[in-house]
């Protein structure tokens, strides 16, 4: 492709997610303290995109308020809205109506759901380099399952190609039986999408716009289309429920935590220590068991912490030594002792070489 060809993103946030069964709107929901929206929109912040469009529906006003006020950076996002929910191939043709004409054949958009936080951004630059290096026109990223119940499943043409997807509740038994399962993760060019989309009809079993059958169109159409398989498909496992958000949860833990350990953080037990995304570390702190750190706390270097530690938006500074203590939006110096059992209250700031002792309760004061 040319190198003037230009890379978009559309990821489609607009629908109510019951099975959360929350007042709370499933993009809105958090894993490891940062709403699953925002880990969609921080791994495409990580490739060379044109611009972003977030379609929201569902709660649209507090999705576009929380994205809003923490857009990763450097990628510009612009919001629309799907005021009827009529299917993943309708909120796309809403999303097409914020892009200008001037599309050309090499401009490229990238599509996937909202609820997919485990998505890494090394994938999705692999899917964009498969899709422009086979020229075609979509490309699909596909997993292998055992147990591929609940999924679209990928049917091919005589020739092995793409031919097109099938819905779980629409496949007969034989395509059931299809291992190869969509991801609802796709590229598309650009100039042929919008007509593809104007060929769907709701002729299935949900009476919606499937942006899966744009596949058929396309293929029958006579335009290339390929797949490529992720190699972990837990990258592209939806968030439906709450147990699947407690999976996708753990899972971003124990990524959170590795990148940690590689940077030079000691963790005495991983799987009893709790960082949130937004959280920084030094090389050389100490984890230990129960600790838990949350918002945007920051910990420098030689810092020890724990067991049974619970730290949020706080800031600790080089060498302290902070046990069996909560805190919020405190501040703790460079070596000072805290604990065991101390409460450090919003704005309370402990002297640096300062020791507290059993109970202590903090002070409030402002926070530098």
Known sequence: MPAESKLSA?????GEGTRMRSERPKPLHRLCGRPMILHVLHALAELELDRAVLVVGHGASRVTKAVGEQPPAGLPIDFVEQRVQRGTGDAVSVALTVFPDDDTDDDDIIILPGDTPLLRPPTLAALVRTHRGAEAAATVLTARLAQPAGYGRVARDRNGQV?????????D????AIEEVNTSIYVFRRSVLAPALRRLTPDNSQGEYYLTDVIAVLHDAGYPVVSMVVEDSMEAAGVN???QLSVAEAELRARINERWMRRGVTMIDPEATYVDSTVELAADVVLYPGTQLQGRTVVESGAELGPYTQLADCRIGAGAVVSATVGRNAQVGAAARVGPWAYLAPGTRVEPAAATGPGFGGGRGPVE
């Open 163 to 171: 031919a097109r997807i099938v819905e779980h509740a629409d496949a």
């Open 10 to 14: 559309v990821v489609l946030a607009a």
């Open 173 to 176: 038994d034989e395509e059931r």
């Open 241 to 243: 429920d709450r147990h």
